[in-house]
Each structure stands twice: as structure tokens, then as C-alpha cells.
T-cell receptor, first 116, second 109 residues
Framework: EAGVTQFPSHSVIEKGQTVTLRCDPI?????LYWYRRVMGKEIKFLLH????????ESGMPNNRFLAERTGGTYSTLKVQPAELEDSGVYFC??????????????FGNGTRLTVT | KNEVEQSPQNLTAQEGEFITINCSYS?????LHWLQQHPGGGIVSLFM???GKKKHGRLIATINIQEKHSSLHITASHPRDSAVYIC???????????FGEGTQLTVNP
């Protein structure tokens, strides 16, 4: 099966611009997660979709970040307007079954975002 | 203080050495994940465990729930094992993972 794919792999934008990251989970995976790693810090949770619904968005840093998952398939994460501190690597992950069944997580290769 | 702490942050070994990476956590968990990230690459899930021990090839992961501690061992290490190893805890009753900062492992030939 195809893995989790993320697009683009790299993005360099100027402060104030808008960027949209995309994640295609493994087919049939209802659970989709967004995480990010900013320079020098640990990976942190952003949000969790179950199908098209936001199950937990408590990790979203502020209202400049908007995540969607229309139709419960792929997801987008839009940053508008981007700030310097948004630079980092954004990871997407998917899994088949939800907690507490603890099915394995499959990660994408990440999108490296640089805001200048 | 992070809820998940890893040690060491950096580890250099010679090919063939036995390697141990440690992970301590401070919250009740339903599962603990060990992940691997190669330079420039994505993250690969190595193990997910909630008790005892799991083995896959030269990799072994153990967890002690009472002590809130997990270890990842690599036997007969090889340069291709060089990567960042990350532990991540899933809180009991929740869906999110809380990550450690990772351990950069370098295995020299």
C-alpha cells in the first residue's frame, strides 16, 4: 500500500505570505494527525482528525493555522499569514483505528517550511 | 520539564557495539512508541508497546510501567543504524503523542 504522502517536501516563503501543506493518509485510515518540529525542539502535536471531524485541535498554536479534511480523505494545513516562528518540519501521520486500540502510526516524510 | 525525557541526546558508537537509549515519562500512558528518523527522511515507527518487551531483528524495546521507563536496545550496531531515535508516549485516554527530544545516534565503521 502507498504510504502517507506530504506535499510539498520543502517550502520557502516570506513572512506574511500564505502556505498550504497537504497530507494524503493511507487509504482507509480514518485517523489523521498533524505534528510539527521547530528547530531545536521536540515534535509537538497540532491536531487530530477522525474522518472529516476535528477530534482534538488543542495543539494548534493560534488562529493563523487552519486545518481541513474535506470528505475525510486528504488534509490541508494552511498558515496565513506566516510568521518567522512557524518555520519547522510539519509531519502528518495516519492510523486505522482510534485510541484505545493503539494501532500503529504511519508517518509521512514531512514538509520543511522556512519563513524568511 | 518535558513529560517525556530521553537520554542520551547524542550517542556515538563503534560498529558492533550494543546500544541503549533510555526514555522516561511522567504521565500515565496507554502506549509508548519508538520511532526512527534518518537524515532528510520521514519517521518510521519501530515499536509500539504497552508492557513487557518486543523484538524485531537487532532491535529490542522494553518498558517498565511501574517505573515509567522504556529502553531501546540495538545489538551488533551498524553504520546504517545511524539516525535519530525518538520515543513518544500516548497518554491514557487521549489520542495525541508527546515526544521526547530524540537521540542522535552515530555508528562509525
Amino acid at each position: 500500500e502507498a504510504g502517507v504522502t506530504q506535499f510539498p517536501s520543502h517550502s520557502v516563503i516570506e513572512k506574511g505570505q500564505t502556505v498550504t501543506l497537504r497530507c494524503d493518509p493511507i487509504s482507509g485510515h480514518d485517523n489523521l494527525y498533524w505534528y510539527r518540529r521547530v528547530m531545536g525542539k521536540e515534535i509537538k502535536f497540532l491536531l487530530h482528525f477522525v474522518k472529516e471531524s476535528k477530534q482534538d485541535e488543542s495543539g494548534m498554536p493560534n488562529n493563523r493555522f487552519l486545518a481541513e479534511r474535506t470528505g475525510g480523505t486528504y488534509s490541508t494545513l494552511k498558515v496565513q499569514p506566516a510568521e518567522l516562528e512557524d518555520s519547522g518540519v510539519y509531519f502528518c501521520a495516519s492510523s486505522r483505528t482510534p485510541v484505545p486500540y493503539n494501532s500503529p502510526l504511519h508517518f509521512g516524510n514531512g514538509t520543511r517550511l522556512t519563513v524568511t | 520539564k518535558n513529560e517525556v525525557e530521553q537520554s542520551p541526546q547524542n550517542l556515538t558508537a563503534q560498529e558492533g557495539e550494543f546500544i541503549t537509549i533510555n526514555c522516561s515519562y511522567s504521565v500515565g500512558i496507554s502506549a509508548l512508541h519508538w520511532l526512527q528518523q534518518h537524515p532528510g527522511g520521514g519517521i518510521v515507527s519501530l515499536f509500539m508497546l504497552s508492557s513487557g518487551k518486543k523484538k524485531h531483528g537487532r532491535l529490542i524495546a522494553t518498558i517498565n510501567i511501574q517505573e515509567k521507563h522504556s529502553s531501546l536496545h540495538i545489538t551488533a550496531s551498524h553504520p546504517r543504524d545511524s539516525a535519530v531515535y525518538i520515543c513518544a508516549a500516548r497518554r491514557r485516554g487521549g489520542s495525541r503523542l508527546t515526544f521526547g527530544e530524540g537521540t542522535q545516534l552515530t555508528v562509525n565503521p
